[in-house]
């Protein structure tokens, strides 16, 4: 069975940093690209990076690119979020996601979520 | 960026009843779309892609159609368990991925 826990979220003040995580299982982690999407409190879901399966390639949304880097680690299968320079407009649930197949087209699995709170 | 445009945003149906959801792409995204079922609290779960395939285990009251500019996703008899929160997904032209705004189905 497929899955995908985040954690990491937390109550972080404007300008700070956080890193999430989100531990693969029941798949082979090191074949998949995954993606982060977040989801701002009763608001809709938005992409926010893609990596490919051996990490050597890496996409960002505009609103958090030169802020968040998407980084994995295969021998652990654990995918990661660094977060820097966070502002209030990052406030959000953030998923991890794994792609459905081969292709970097939907996703076929999320993770639970973890919350971000940035506020001072 | 691609444009996603869901109608309506809520929708109030009776259990038993058919539901038809909506879902506009503000360009031509050929059969590239998806649709995920969010009930409160969950994460997002994978119903439809290739605007018509249901994905593994989902019921086959579901059911997408559509290609091009406009789909639609119906439930041909409402359980309880499906009263949630639809959106809808382009990957025809990314980056970004693009999500509707969400089509709330309530029932009446």
């Known amino acids: 069975e497929v899955q995908l826990l985040d954690s990491g979220g937390g109550f972080i003040q404007p300008g700070g940093s956080l890193r999430l995580s989100c531990a693969a299982s029941g798949f082979t982690f090191s074949s998949y690209a995954m993606a982060w999407v977040r989801q701002a409190p009763g608001k809709t879901l938005e992409w926010v990076s893609t990596i490919s399966a051996g990490g050597g390639t890496t996409y960002y949304a505009d609103s958090v690119k030169g802020r968040f880097t998407i980084s994995r680690d295969n021998s652990k299968n654990t995918l990661y979020l660094q977060m820097s320079s966070l502002r209030g407009e990052d406030t959000a649930t953030y998923y991890c996601?794994?792609?459905?197949?081969?292709?970097?087209?939907?996703?076929?699995?999320w993770g639970q979520g973890t919350l971000v709170t940035v506020s001072s | 960026e691609i444009v996603m445009t869901q109608s309506p945003a809520t929708l109030s149906v009776s259990p038993g009843e058919r539901a038809t959801l909506s879902c506009r792409a503000s360009q031509s995204i050929s059969s590239n779309l998806a649709w995920y079922q969010q009930r409160p609290g969950q994460a997002p779960r994978l119903l439809i892609y290739g605007a018509s395939t249901r994905a593994t285990g989902v019921p086959a009251r579901f059911s997408g159609s559509g290609s091009g500019t406009e789909f639609s996703l119906t439930i041909s008899s409402l359980q309880s368990e499906d009263f949630a929160v639809y959106y809808c997904?382009?990957?025809?032209?990314?980056?970004?991925?693009?999500f509707g705004q969400g089509t709330k189905l309530e029932i009446k």
């Open positions: 997904q382009q990957y025809s032209n990314w980056p970004p991925y693009t």
């Open positions: 996601a794994k792609y459905h197949g081969n292709t970097w087209d939907l996703f076929d699995y």
